[in-house]
């Protein structure tokens, strides 16, 4: 014969190996011949003695390790289980679990790239959806020895949403959170929790970061639309409402927490300017609004239309401001009164008597009675 080893089955099924005449008998193995092909069974095994095995490392192989359950043992201790479509890793089976790892091939050698890990759903045919992606996670129960009820925790839809939760739909959905690593020790720092828009390449912007949620809609069971809320884009603006630009804009609020019970205060709502160091100045404070243009779809501009500067003085940007620190108001003025002006505003005219510019006159208070027509108020 070319091979060192040929297998015979004799009329007992006893696997018999022939080597070089010496006769070897392994009488774990049968073979058990049917009308069509034969199988070879096998004992069940144990984790410390598995049924198949190798020579020279006789416990770590396969063996049964239940009902409809195959496992692999590794130098006498359980491994991982199969079992109706799942495979579970790990130690400790049946007694004190430990921890199981699936991870890519590690590297060898000098600056070696490890291998990278994918884990994919099954793929689709035809307009059928591919497989999502699953994790869950059990809850401690009552006290016993009952195993506890897995709960998904977040899926990956076949579209590439990440859903956090008890799945895409739940009649009772559960909350959810994302969060950054808790510090545990004396003073030690919780972690940060970074949340990136796509970075773009040249002169493209990076993609903006959006946050949705789902008014109430009529009764029924149909999926309410979620409704974008606030954006953060590329250049750092934040968005309250719908979107960037829309043709139907809805109002954005920015509120404090509300009081809840008896007498409970609301909370207090701040809004702070970035701080100096040293001799700079901390950053205003500043609010702008868009006036109407002429007709078209083009954004009109916005325009500051008043600021806290660094010294909490109130300014506004016609020129008039509020001392908050030495209680005091300020009018727009100057030795030109403006050519046009708004019903109700105020100028004081530094050097006319007559809102008319004429000058040679100690000062008048001028205010807007009509549209760009100044009226007199008081002279000095």
Same mark, same amino acid.
């Given at each position: 014969?070319?091979?060192?080893?040929?297998?015979?089955?004799?009329? +007992?099924?006893?696997?018999?190996?022939?080597?070089?005449?010496?006769?070897?008998?392994?009488?774990?193995?049968?073979?058990?011949?049917?009308?069509?092909?034969?199988?070879?069974?096998?004992?069940?095994?144990?984790?410390?003695?598995?049924?198949?095995?190798?020579?020279?490392?006789?416990?770590?192989?396969?063996?049964?390790?239940?009902?409809?359950?195959?496992?692999?043992?590794?130098?006498?201790?359980?491994?991982?289980?199969?079992?109706?479509?799942?495979?579970?890793?790990?130690?400790?089976?049946?007694?004190?679990?430990?921890?199981?790892?699936?991870?890519?091939?590690?590297?060898?050698?000098?600056?070696?790239?490890?291998?990278? %890990?994918?884990?994919?759903?099954?793929?689709?045919?035809?307009?059928?959806?591919?497989?999502?992606?699953?994790?869950?996670?059990?809850?401690?129960?009552?006290?016993?020895?009952?195993?506890?009820?897995?709960?998904?925790?977040?899926?990956?839809?076949?579209?590439?949403?990440?859903?956090?939760?008890?799945?895409?739909?739940?009649?009772?959905?559960?909350?959810?959170?994302?969060?950054?690593?808790?510090?545990?020790?004396?003073?030690?720092?919780?972690?940060?929790?970074?949340?990136?828009?796509?970075?773009?390449?040249?002169?493209?912007?990076?993609?903006?970061?959006?946050?949705? +949620?789902?008014?109430?809609?009529?009764?029924?069971?149909?999926?309410?639309?979620?409704?974008?809320?606030?954006?953060?884009?590329?250049?750092?603006?934040?968005?309250?409402?719908?979107?960037?630009?829309?043709?139907?804009?809805?109002?954005?609020?920015?509120?404090?927490?509300?009081?809840?019970?008896?007498?409970?205060?609301?909370?207090? %709502?701040?809004?702070?300017?970035?701080?100096?160091?040293?001799?700079?100045?901390?950053?205003?404070?500043?609010?702008?609004?868009?006036?109407?243009?002429?007709?078209?779809?083009?954004?009109?501009?916005?325009?500051?239309?008043?600021?806290?500067?660094?010294?909490?003085?109130?300014?506004?940007?016609?020129?008039?401001?509020?001392?908050?620190?030495?209680?005091?108001?300020?009018?727009?003025?100057?030795?030109?009164?403006?050519?046009?002006?708004?019903?109700?505003?105020? %100028?004081?005219?530094?050097?006319?008597?007559?809102?008319?510019?004429?000058?040679?006159?100690?000062?008048?208070?001028?205010?807007?009675?009509?549209?760009?027509?100044?009226?007199?108020?008081?002279? %000095?």
């Amino acid at each position: 014969m070319n091979s060192k080893h040929a297998f015979l089955a004799l009329s +007992t099924f006893t696997l018999v190996s022939m080597a070089y005449g010496e006769r070897e008998v392994f009488a774990p193995t049968k073979l058990a011949p049917t009308a069509t092909a034969g199988t070879v069974q096998f004992g069940d095994g144990t984790a410390a003695a598995p049924s198949l095995t190798f020579t020279a490392d006789n416990n770590t192989g396969f063996y049964r390790f239940g009902n409809d359950q195959v496992a692999c043992t590794l130098n006498g201790a359980t491994s991982g289980v199969f079992s109706a479509g799942q495979l579970v890793l790990g130690g400790g089976f049946g007694s004190t679990p430990s921890d199981g790892t699936v991870k890519g091939v590690n590297a060898t050698g000098t600056n070696v790239a490890g291998g990278n %890990f994918i884990v994919a759903g099954g793929a689709s045919t035809g307009s059928a959806a591919g497989g999502y992606l699953a994790f869950q996670t059990a809850a401690a129960g009552g006290s016993g020895s009952s195993v506890n009820a897995l709960t998904e925790r977040l899926r990956i839809t076949t579209s590439g949403t990440v859903i956090v939760g008890n799945g895409e739909t739940a009649a009772s959905p559960t909350s959810s959170s994302i969060r950054g690593t808790s510090g545990t020790g004396t003073n030690i720092a919780g972690a940060n929790l970074d949340i990136y828009g796509g970075g773009s390449t040249g002169s493209a912007n990076g993609g903006v970061i959006r946050f949705y +949620t789902s008014p109430p809609g009529s009764s029924g069971s149909a999926a309410n639309t979620l409704t974008e809320r606030m954006r953060i884009t590329p250049s750092g603006a934040i968005h309250i409402g719908n979107g960037e630009n829309s043709a139907s804009p809805a109002t954005g609020s920015l509120l404090g927490t509300n009081g809840s019970g008896t007498n409970i205060a609301g909370g207090t %709502f701040s809004i702070t300017s970035g701080r100096g160091t040293g001799t700079g100045a901390g950053g205003p404070i500043t609010f702008s609004t868009s006036a109407a243009g002429s007709s078209g779809s083009s954004l009109n501009a916005a325009t500051e239309r008043f600021r806290i500067d660094s010294a909490g003085v109130f300014l506004a940007a016609s020129g008039s401001y509020v001392d908050a620190g030495a209680g005091k108001f300020e009018l727009p003025n100057g030795t030109a009164i403006p050519g046009t002006c708004t019903v109700g505003e105020l %100028f004081h005219d530094t050097d006319s008597n007559d809102c008319a510019n004429a000058a040679g006159g100690d000062g008048a208070l001028c205010i807007c009675k009509t549209t760009n027509i100044w009226a007199l108020i008081s002279n %000095f």
